[in-house]
């Protein structure tokens, strides 16, 4: 992995779904590379060992598919890290494994919850606070399923597509403001949201990537702390692939 010395000192971020994979591994680059970090995630235990484990400034359980915990939460991040220069939308789920016919409802209503209005709700707190500072990245997780769809993944894959459109609206609306924003569309890697699948889905997703492989956490997290950094300064409303070759567009 390459560091870049300094590259986000003085600067300030809130990471979701920071206790394990994707948001973890950049929570570690961006303290390693000089910045502070808030984490947020559900499972407390797990957040409580990763904010040691990287040295996070602070950190909160909460579920990010309620709007009134993570208002409450991006206020008291903010103020914890003095300001807010960037937010990493990681928290996601995979939801059941079915065909639409019998897709469970409840499951369908949870993954839409939590992976798109959960982070319409993170950026719409967040988005105020960056504005007071003229100043802002956010960086939000979507999939290649966005783009392509996973068969017997309806829910995951709309909820990833709503990412993506979200982002690019967001994008356009915050691009004379100072405000950033872009998504990832990563094809699969190696992460503890696999433990969600069955491992045939796992198998179908690996085979469809041209690499032959599962990504890597750093890989992606690479590309996040381009996204989330100064160096990202004329691009925005856009999608970065990190997908081994799989995405055509």
């Not at 797990?46 to 208002?71: F, I």
């Not at 990833?160 to 100072?178: D, Q, Y």
């Amino acid at each position: 992995m390459t560091m870049f010395s300094g590259r986000f000192a003085g600067r300030t971020a809130i990471i979701t779904g920071g206790a394990s994979g994707l948001g973890l591994a950049v929570a570690a680059r961006i303290v390693a590379e000089g910045g502070r970090v808030c984490l947020w995630d559900r499972d407390a235990a797990a957040l409580d060992v990763a904010a040691r484990e990287v040295g996070a400034s602070g950190y909160r359980a909460l579920d990010v598919a309620d709007p009134a915990a993570v208002e409450a939460a991006a206020r008291d991040s903010a103020a914890t890290l003095g300001r807010l220069d960037i937010l990493v939308c990681s928290a996601g789920i995979t939801g059941a494994t079915a065909p639409v016919e019998a897709f469970p409802i409840d499951s369908w209503r949870q993954v839409v919850d939590v992976n798109l209005n959960g982070t319409f709700y993170c950026c719409r707190a967040a988005v105020p606070l960056m504005l007071a500072n003229g100043y802002g990245r956010i960086v939000n997780i979507a999939s290649v399923a966005g783009k392509e769809g996973n068969p017997m993944a309806s829910a995951y894959s709309a909820s990833k597509a709503g990412v993506i459109g979200f982002t690019k609206s967001l994008g356009k609306e915050l691009a004379v403001k100072g405000v950033i924003a872009n998504a990832l569309t990563p094809a699969t890697f190696d992460s503890p949201i696999l433990a969600q699948l069955p491992p045939a889905q796992v198998d179908y997703m690996r085979n469809k990537i041209p690499m032959g492989r599962l990504g890597r956490s750093e890989e992606s997290a690479a590309m996040v702390c381009f996204m989330a950094s100064a160096e990202c300064s004329f691009t925005t409303a856009s999608v970065f692939d990190t997908s081994g070759g799989r995405t055509t567009y």
